[in-house]
């Protein structure tokens, strides 16, 4: 693979993580935003055994995979397995040997039916695609899951600062060695021990030059030593907002729902019916539809009935689509779940970013309930997920903004 060329700073980063890796078993890379982790990656990729890269979400595995890292996967998808109950191995067994006893599963389903359906799906969507276009949810028959089987080497984690202690016991039993690589600063798990503060390792320091001309990473640093945002740089809050302006940031789910359906109205869009163009977050977590495409956590954008469009200009098409924000509830097993990409937790925000960032200051100001570092990390996080531009509202609807 190839890898950009290194800074000496970088250079010597690298040095002391391959020494330190001689001698433990997880290591971490660790360093604020604008300080190259992600240049490093390919180049610890090169300089180990068997190596094998991750991210904790699906955004940020197709991040690393557009920088050249191919077979970049998701954590989960890199070290676990579900474990099926009896009755659902039975099921997919018979999908190939359909002269078997008739399931459990599918009684009350007359077989003839069952068996037009099996030889429509079976050779597009497999045994578990075939199960659940017979109603069948391979997630209600999942009885626990179990680390893949030990295959060694050394497992590169992106966006680390999502993983926990847990993640990693997980990892070491595929895995030989684990390389953590992420920001310190950003928000830690919503659930579980944060590991990568406290895993031995190295820290890059040094800013870019371009990073560094950041007026917005200048802001992001600010808050992240302590700083108010007054005294940061931001010096009024001006009346208004933005449709245009990029996603708006909260930390609640509630104000994140509300502020996506004001944004709706006034772009002047019709309640509870989709228009093209309009951005969503894809919330599927079912195997089959992943299989078509639709990943938890990826942003996409609506064209017409029920197709999508990706950040590459895939096209793809869900058999049904709940809006999660419309509806009020999660998606039953024969639709896609959504929410609208107006606005997103910056939690869920983790590993992408825009041009331009809206932020919900009610909800920076909610936060002062949660301690300072818990404060400084979320503020942190929400800043660098824009580019070019973050801007700070209240209800109702005020703003200021630091450009570059």
């Given at each position: 693979m190839t890898a950009p060329a290194l800074s000496q700073h970088q250079q010597d980063a690298l040095r002391a993580l391959l020494q330190l890796l001689e001698t433990e078993e997880v290591v971490a890379l660790r360093g604020l935003a604008g300080t190259g982790k992600s240049t490093l990656i390919p180049h610890v990729?090169?300089?180990?055994?068997?190596?094998?890269v991750a991210a904790m979400t699906h955004k940020a595995a197709a991040v690393l995979r557009a920088k050249s890292l191919d077979n970049a996967k998701t954590f989960h998808a890199a070290c676990m397995k579900p474990i099926f109950s009896n009755a659902y191995l039975e099921l997919l067994?018979?999908?190939?040997?359909?002269?078997?006893?008739?399931?459990a599963l599918l009684r009350g389903i007359d077989r003839d039916?069952?068996?037009?359906?099996?030889?429509?799906?079976?050779?597009?969507?497999?045994?578990?695609?075939?199960?659940?276009?017979?109603?069948?949810?391979?997630?209600?028959?999942?009885?626990?899951?179990?680390?893949?089987?030990?295959?060694?080497?050394?497992?590169?984690?992106?966006?680390?600062?999502?993983?926990?202690?847990?993640?990693?016991?997980?990892?070491?039993?595929?895995?030989?060695?684990?390389?953590?690589?992420g920001d310190h600063g950003q928000l830690p798990p919503v659930k579980g021990e944060p590991v990568l503060e406290i895993a031995p390792g190295v820290e890059l320091t040094e800013i870019h030059r371009q990073a560094g001309d950041s007026p917005i990473l200048r802001l992001a640093h600010a808050v992240r030593n302590g700083a108010s945002?007054?005294?940061?740089?931001?010096?009024?809050?001006?009346?208004?907002?933005?449709?245009?302006?990029?996603?708006?940031?909260t930390w609640r789910n509630a104000p994140r729902v509300e502020l996506s359906l004001e944004m709706r109205r006034l772009k002047g869009l019709q309640a509870n019916r989709l228009e093209h163009g309009e951005p969503l977050i894809c919330t599927n977590k079912d195997t089959r539809f992943q299989r078509l495409g639709f990943k938890n956590n990826t942003a996409c954008t609506y064209v017409s009935d029920g197709v999508v469009c990706l950040d590459k200009?895939?096209?793809?098409?869900?058999?049904?689509?709940?809006?999660?924000?419309?509806?009020?509830?999660?998606?039953?097993?024969?639709?896609?779940?959504?929410?609208?990409?107006?606005a997103l937790t910056a939690h869920s925000a983790q590993g992408s970013e825009w041009p331009n960032v809206q932020v919900y200051y009610e909800d920076v100001q909610a936060l002062h309930g949660r301690g300072a570092e818990f404060r400084a990390k979320w503020l942190y996080t929400a800043i660098t997920r824009a580019k070019e531009s973050v801007s700070f509202f209240t209800a109702p609807i005020a703003r200021t903004r630091i450009a570059v």
């Open positions: 990729a090169n300089a180990v055994a068997d190596p094998k067994a018979w999908f190939t040997a359909p002269n078997a006893p008739y399931p039916r069952a068996g037009a359906v099996v030889a429509e799906c079976f050779p597009e969507l497999g045994p578990e695609g075939c199960a659940r276009a017979l109603g069948v949810d391979s997630s209600k028959h999942i009885v626990a899951w179990e680390p893949r089987a030990h295959v060694g080497g050394t497992l590169i984690v992106d966006e680390a600062s999502m993983a926990t202690v847990e993640h990693v016991r997980t990892a070491l039993e595929v895995f030989d060695r684990i390389i953590l690589v945002l007054w005294q940061a740089g931001v010096q009024q809050i001006e009346r208004g907002v933005d449709p245009e302006a990029g996603p708006i940031l200009g895939q096209r793809l098409r869900a058999p049904k689509v709940n809006i999660e924000d419309f509806t009020g509830r999660e998606a039953n097993f024969d639709e896609v779940g959504f929410r609208l990409g107006y």
